[in-house]
């Protein structure tokens, strides 16, 4: 569906920094996912159109998954095939980001009819559905719901949390008003107004969750899981109601111009951190009004220009542009007289009301690096791409282990076509008599695919004590513990909105699957990015003193203007990223 570009010559589907207009490549198809199970459909050919849409809407080929939907003779199917193509139909809808069409779907849906692990699939699209059209309680339903199906206990809590995260922007006499029958619905909204005045002065809330508890007895959110929920600290990046959040934009009668490509080489770049700011000002809207997102395609006319219509407009706020050089242009061209919060960073560059906020590779760098240090590691040398991206990763890195007190032993550089480097490998392991005795550090930098086939050579050397710290890059974004296993015990750090215990709730990127899973690679994290810009538009004259806990990292400003990032760490597992939390 979407394509982010790579910006170099080296085949890394995640980077996403945009730092240099690239040339045009063709996509590489994606493998389809392995087939999935038809869940009792007739055997017949509409069965296993139904099954192909359905393997293909897995693997995000939602072109050649309609294809599949077309062939079908829909006269011919019987009940369940319906509700079948109905749900199918309905996960395209969502993938597009076209929420109300995928109610239209789900509402002629019959969910009894279908297998349990389609019915699960529905209550899921049925509940992201109806979080995109800000509709919270008829969202909670379908969570509530989708919990009685649910097998696995981390799914289970996962899910409640999501539930209680949903109630928590809803208003207090939304709260009080709750069904006039006592159902989990009612026991839902009354524990989550518990909960909304727990830091409240004088608020007994053990006392309040015993007197809820002998009301709902039997209710899902058990003493056990409250127990853990109440020593979780409240995260920063939820939204709160709008009298508690006075920096949110709440001026109904102001616009917030967004200004990204829609159109041209970065088309698709802009359009998935589109669905992260929507997604978010949904979320908000739901609690309190907020101003309208108003879009400009960055394509169409210079960025000044663009800049001074979206001000004669009506906007109060600005977010983007996301390409250096259109941010570059903008700060030497435009009277700020509004803040723009830009989506990309430029070194030494400063301007009154321009906030810079991307996904910097210098904060990963630099993360990467204090990771290492703290670990205990002295000595480190560098492997990076033999291309000009390369070559800034590897300045990167080496001006942040060095500004840690590190000592760079060696450099080597990779042809990405070529990835045979057991030669370079040896000369760069060779012992530096400098650091005699000293455990030996790999910083790397290499796509997930260039990472599978080098682990192989660096599994050679990595007996006794060499470690590996890589790049994010060396993560796709998705979980692929088959393909992941080849990567060994490699270190990396990475935006929390990719770790379920790091960053959770209604804008998780559990909770935002159906937005993420049609995107390809390279652009799964900017759909965290534009959930932050957004989140972020009410935060910038706090930053300096108080750090955001955001889908992308935990967020500061520096005297620049510039916006820095902690990231989460981990490291594979069995082809598993485990996260080891945040560097301090």
Request: proline share 6%.
């Amino acid at each position: 569906m979407l394509l982010l570009a790579s910006c170099s010559s080296e085949p890394v589907k995640n980077q996403a920094h945009l730092e240099t207009r690239p040339q045009s490549k063709p996509q590489r198809p994606k493998r389809a996912a392995a087939p999935v199970k038809s869940y009792g459909l007739a055997d017949n050919q509409a069965s296993q159109h139904l099954l192909n849409a359905d393997t293909l809407i897995q693997s995000g080929n939602s072109p050649a998954a309609q294809k599949e939907l077309d062939l079908i003779k829909q006269a011919d199917l019987s009940a369940e095939q319906r509700s079948k193509l109905s749900l199918l139909e309905a996960q395209m809808a969502l993938n597009m980001g076209d929420a109300e069409q995928a109610l239209n779907k789900l509402q002629i849906t019959r969910p009894k009819l279908l297998a349990t692990p389609d019915q699960i699939s529905f209550y899921q699209s049925l509940a992201f559905a109806h979080s995109l059209m800000g509709n919270v309680l008829p969202g909670v339903s379908a969570r509530i719901k989708l919990g009685s199906l649910l097998q696995s206990p981390k799914q289970q809590q996962e899910n409640i949390v999501t539930i209680l995260d949903l109630l928590s922007v809803l208003p207090m006499e939304t709260l009080d008003a709750q069904p006039a029958i006592a159902d989990e619905l009612s026991g839902w909204m009354a524990l989550a107004k518990v909960l909304k005045q727990r830091n409240q002065a004088g608020f007994d809330v053990g006392e309040e969750i015993r007197q809820w508890r002998q009301v709902f007895p039997n209710h899902p959110a058990n003493a056990e899981f409250l127990q853990a929920y109440l020593a979780t600290p409240q995260p920063a990046s939820q939204p709160m109601a709008a009298e508690q959040a006075p920096g949110q934009p709440a001026d109904t009668g102001a616009m917030i111009a967004v200004l990204l490509p829609a159109s041209g080489s970065y088309a698709q770049a802009g359009k998935a951190i589109k669905e992260g700011l929507s997604v978010a000002h949904r979320l908000a809207a739901s609690a309190a009004p907020q101003s309208a997102l108003k879009f400009y395609d960055t394509e169409e006319t210079d960025i000044t220009s663009l800049y001074n219509k979206a001000v004669a407009e009506g906007a109060k706020q600005v977010i983007g542009p996301l390409l250096k050089e259109q941010i570059e242009t903008l700060a030497l061209n435009a009277e700020l007289t509004v803040p723009v919060l830009a989506l990309n960073h430029v070194e030494h560059l400063s301007k009154t009301n321009l906030y810079q906020f991307g996904l910097s590779p210098v904060d990963e760098a630099e993360q990467l690096a204090l990771k290492a240090r703290r670990d205990g590691r002295q000595s480190a040398v560098l492997l990076v791409p033999d291309n000009s991206y390369g070559q800034r990763i590897g300045q990167y890195l080496a001006s942040a282990w060095q500004s840690q007190g590190g000592i760079i032993a060696g450099m080597q550089s990779y042809d990405p076509k070529q990835h045979n480097i057991a030669s370079q490998l040896n000369t760069l392991l060779a012992t530096d008599p400098r650091v005699q005795n000293q455990p030996q550090t790999i910083l790397l930098s290499a796509s997930p695919e260039i990472g599978r086939e080098l682990a192989p050579q660096l599994k050679y050397h990595q007996g006794g004590d060499l470690a590996v710290y890589a790049m994010p890059n060396i993560y796709s974004g998705r979980q692929n513990p088959i393909k992941d296993t080849e990567l060994g015990a490699i270190n990396f750090c990475d935006i929390p909105w990719l770790f379920a215990d790091a960053y959770s709730g209604p804008l998780s990127q559990s909770a935002l699957q159906s937005t993420w899973q049609a995107l390809p690679d390279s652009a799964t994290r900017l759909v965290a990015l534009g959930v932050d810009a957004y989140n972020l538009l009410g935060q910038l004259h706090q930053l300096a003193t108080t750090p955001y806990a955001g889908a992308t990292g935990r967020l500061s400003l520096n005297g620049e203007n510039q916006i820095t990032r902690k990231l989460v760490c981990a490291q594979f597992k069995a082809g598993m990223p485990v996260s080891t939390g945040y560097v301090e």
